[in-house]
């Protein structure tokens, strides 16, 4: 393999360094402004700068790192506490479907759901609970740290649940990778309201109309197959 | 610069996202990537110092981040952390080749020496210039060339044992 040809390698022309610093205002004036032109005009870099504050938002809303004198917090939150942080939060986006047995882990490490969103001709990564509008065309990517069979439901304000991906009576393999994108987008209707999805890892091709019927009958407390684990991301469209 | 907690926790939060997402991208997990930005912000509390008298924050950042996901890569390693963690036994195997090969990439960065992995994840991760890989290094842009030629030779006989 060419080190310079791996999947982790950077895409945009100017580097990661670049944009960070230019983000973060650490560049002098004249070549801020160098920058600035050219990720305005480059389509890779644009969208590597969007990807940028996609994650900048999501950090806006995590723990604190802990202080001298005051207890640490735990380092791997558990399903429950991730549930309760949600709960908190209500723009944060992970949580559990409905309190697990003991025996059953909900939620994955390494397991994603991402979503991005192209409005006119800008694309951005979308943060959870994020704004878009109606005709907005969306794109779905899943991070998993091992093979697995996803599906991306939805219910929408009216409380009515459809599979956005795939389209097929069963979740769709995916190959293991970070930000996998679907091969399915889609474009948002004109419905306005809080948007619920519901992104699910399993580890069998499971028929998807059951989870869709109960997302829509329970109004989003679905439960999943027991080889299934799920993540839970909102948007509002107006 | 004054970097009470107060100061840290707002660095946190106008900077954390340059840890979080190339330890997303280096760690291929998300939870090995929030631990590894409360480490390096919970570091900075105990000891401020570390990044006082730094040039930039962001680089510092770079730095920092890139020395914990390469420890965390050799950890996983030698102890098979992330294999025990991420695979579930028994899952089937669908052999998607983009994830194959970034999980990969990861494992041959965990055989690498520090210096010239970094200069990998500068170079190729990063997209940065050799001037840039050579900044955050404190080499001269001839020894990242050195180091990445070092490392594709290093990473092509790795291939060939593999």
Same mark, same amino acid.
């Given at each position: 393999?060419?080190?310079?040809?791996?999947?982790?390698?950077?895409?945009?022309?100017?580097?990661?360094?670049?944009?960070?610093?230019?983000?973060?205002?650490?560049? @002098?004036?004249?070549?801020?402004?160098?920058?600035?032109?050219?990720?305005?005009?480059?389509?890779?870099?644009?969208?590597?700068?969007?990807?940028?504050?996609?994650?900048?938002?999501?950090?806006?809303?995590?723990?604190?790192?802990?202080?001298?004198?005051?207890?640490?917090?735990?380092? *791997?939150?558990?399903?429950?506490?991730?549930?309760?942080?949600?709960?908190? #939060?209500?723009?944060?986006?992970?949580?559990?479907?409905?309190?697990?047995?003991?025996?059953?882990?909900?939620?994955?490490?390494? #397991?994603?759901?991402?979503?991005?969103?192209?409005?006119?001709?800008?694309?951005?990564?979308?943060?959870? @609970?994020?704004?878009?509008?109606?005709?907005?065309?969306?794109?779905?990517?899943?991070?998993?740290?091992?093979?697995?069979?996803?599906?991306?439901?939805?219910?929408?304000?009216?409380?009515?649940?459809?599979?956005?991906?795939?389209?097929?009576?069963?979740?769709?393999?995916?190959?293991?990778?970070?930000?996998?994108?679907?091969?399915?987008?889609?474009?948002?209707?004109?419905?306005?309201?809080?948007?619920?999805?519901?992104?699910?890892?399993?580890?069998?091709?499971?028929?998807?109309?059951?989870?869709?019927?109960?997302?829509?009958?329970?109004?989003?407390?679905?439960?999943?197959?027991?080889?299934?684990?799920?993540?839970?991301?909102?948007?509002?469209? *107006? | 610069?004054?970097?009470?907690?107060?100061?840290?926790?707002?660095?946190?939060?106008?900077?954390?996202?340059?840890?979080?997402?190339?330890?997303?991208?280096?760690?291929?997990?998300?939870?090995?990537?929030?631990?590894?930005?409360?480490?390096?912000?919970?570091?900075?509390?105990?000891?401020?110092?570390?990044?006082?008298?730094?040039?930039?924050?962001?680089?510092?950042?770079?730095?920092?981040?890139?020395?914990?996901?390469?420890?965390? #890569?050799?950890?996983?390693?030698?102890?098979?952390?992330?294999?025990?963690?991420?695979?579930?036994?028994?899952?089937?195997?669908?052999?998607?080749?983009?994830?194959?090969?970034?999980?990969?990439?990861?494992?041959?960065?965990?055989?690498?020496?520090?210096?010239?992995?970094?200069?990998?994840?500068?170079?190729?991760?990063?997209?940065?210039?050799?001037?840039?890989?050579?900044?955050?290094?404190?080499?001269?842009?001839?020894?990242?060339?050195? #180091?990445?030629? *070092?490392?594709?030779?290093?990473?092509?006989?790795?291939?060939?044992?593999?």
């Amino acid at each position: 393999m060419n080190l310079a040809a791996t999947p982790l390698c950077w895409n945009a022309c100017l580097s990661a360094l670049r944009l960070d610093r230019w983000m973060m205002g650490e560049l @002098g004036a004249a070549d801020s402004e160098t920058v600035g032109t050219h990720v305005s005009t480059c389509a890779a870099c644009s969208t590597a700068v969007a990807g940028m504050r996609g994650v900048r938002e999501e950090v806006r809303v995590l723990p604190l790192p802990p202080v001298p004198g005051r207890p640490a917090t735990r380092r *791997r939150v558990t399903a429950v506490t991730v549930a309760g942080l949600s709960l908190a #939060l209500a723009a944060s986006l992970l949580f559990v479907l409905r309190t697990p047995p003991a025996t059953e882990r909900v939620k994955g490490p390494g #397991l994603g759901l991402a979503m991005y969103v192209q409005h006119g001709t800008e694309v951005r990564r979308a943060a959870p @609970g994020e704004t878009v509008s109606p005709g907005d065309a969306v794109r779905f990517a899943v991070s998993t740290p091992r093979p697995a069979f996803v599906a991306v439901l939805s219910l929408d304000p009216a409380g009515k649940a459809s599979v956005y991906f795939p389209q097929a009576p069963r979740a769709a393999q995916v190959p293991a990778g970070s930000e996998v994108p679907l091969p399915l987008g889609t474009r948002l209707d004109t419905t306005t309201g809080e948007e619920q999805l519901l992104g699910i890892f399993c580890a069998s091709a499971v028929e998807l109309e059951p989870i869709r019927e109960a997302l829509e009958r329970r109004q989003g407390a679905a439960s999943l197959p027991a080889d299934c684990q799920g993540l839970r991301w909102s948007f509002v469209k *107006r | 610069m004054i970097l009470d907690p107060a100061a840290i926790a707002s660095l946190y939060r106008s900077h954390g996202h340059v840890v979080l997402r190339r330890a997303r991208t280096l760690l291929g997990s998300e939870a090995d990537a929030r631990e590894v930005l409360q480490e390096i912000f919970t570091a900075l509390v105990r000891n401020p110092d570390a990044v006082r008298s730094a040039g930039s924050i962001v680089g510092w950042l770079y730095q920092a981040t890139t020395h914990h996901c390469l420890n965390t #890569l050799r950890k996983a390693r030698t102890g098979a952390r992330v294999l025990e963690l991420h695979v579930r036994p028994g899952l089937t195997e669908i052999g998607g080749p983009r994830g194959e090969a970034a999980a990969e990439v990861r494992r041959l960065l965990a055989l690498l020496p520090e210096d010239v992995a970094a200069a990998v994840v500068y170079h190729h991760l990063d997209g940065m210039t050799h001037a840039e890989v050579a900044e955050l290094l404190g080499c001269s842009r001839r020894q990242v060339g050195y #180091l990445l030629e *070092r490392a594709q030779g290093l990473w092509d006989r790795a291939e060939q044992t593999a």
